[in-house]
Each structure stands twice: as C-alpha cells, then as structure tokens.
C-alpha cells in the first residue's frame, strides 16, 4: 500500500512508529490475520516471534500486555503479580475507546492515551518479532529491546 491508499490507522501507527524512532518494516498482509499462528505462517516465522497485545480491563483502567504469540497469559498469575485485583478480557468497545483500535490490530503503543503495558520476555528469544501495526492487517518488525523501549513496558512471565 502506498501511504496516499493506506488505511487511516496504518498511516496514524506509521507517524507514531516514525516519531518514536521505531526502525521497524511496516507489511500490510494479504488478508486479516487474526491469531499467531496465521500471522506466523504469513510472515513465514514462528509463532513465538508474533508479539500479541492483548488489553485487559483492571476493574475499568486498561493494562496492555504483550506476550509471545507462543503463550496464554495466564490472567491469575499476571494479575497476582502486578498487585491487580483481577485482569478480565476487555469488551470490544472497551479495547476501541481505550486504544483507538480494534481486537485484532491493536498495536504496542500509539493510543489516545498512555496505557500501562508489560511485555513477556519470551520474546527476547526472536531476533525480530513482529506485532499489530493499529489495523488487523498489518504488522511491523521490530527486536524485544526496540519494543521495550518503544512502549516503556515492564517485563512481565505471564505464562
């Protein structure tokens, strides 16, 4: 896609990626790829390297946590560890209002607002991985370090 016929949360993802020095690749796929696995076979990696963000509702504030598309998190442990009550799978529109995105294409970062994000370090075992680039449709390269550092996210086992 050329940027004058990208969609509208591609190109806002793009600016954001740029202006936080992001060196990563951004890659419309051919068709929504809604899981890891799908994701993996279309980049031809494996599915550990798909650094899934998943928004979870903490008693109505958001908490983003990005975890290897090679894990469950595991919601009691996470939440035990970072001192939350309990993490619950956000609503679809809880996920759009909080991160200008929708479930399949939420990016790491680039929201109306800063949500708090942790990161599995599984990751770390990728040389590159590749995450939502703000449209379920495209994804972005990127290394752990890079991400981190992007996001400001806490490393985290969620597994």
């Known amino acids: 896609m050329s940027d004058q016929t990208e969609h509208p949360s591609i190109a806002a993802f793009r600016a954001e990626l740029h202006r936080r020095g992001g060196t990563g690749e951004i890659?419309?796929?051919?068709?929504?790829v809604h899981t890891?696995?799908?994701?993996?076979a279309a980049l031809g990696?494996?599915?550990?390297a798909i650094a899934n963000s998943l928004l979870f509702?903490?008693?109505g504030s958001p908490v983003l946590v990005l975890t290897s598309g090679a894990h469950r998190v595991d919601?009691?442990?996470t939440a035990a560890t970072l001192g939350i009550a309990e993490l619950a799978q956000a609503k679809p529109e809880f996920v759009r209002r909080h991160t200008?995105?929708?479930i399949g294409g939420v990016s790491p970062f680039a929201h109306p607002i800063p949500v708090p994000t942790w990161i599995d370090p599984w990751l770390q075992r990728h040389p590159v991985v590749w995450?939502?680039?703000?449209?379920?449709a495209a994804v972005f390269s990127t290394t752990y370090d890079e991400l981190v550092g992007l996001t400001g996210a806490t490393p985290v086992e969620v597994a």
């Open 100 to 102: 200008g995105q929708v």
């Open 45 to 48: 990696c494996e599915v550990g």
């Open 131 to 136: 995450a939502a680039a703000g449209h379920p």
């Open 27 to 32: 890659r419309v796929l051919p068709e929504n």
């Open 57 to 59: 509702d903490a008693d």
């Open 36 to 40: 890891a696995a799908l994701a993996a």
């Open 75 to 77: 919601v009691a442990k």
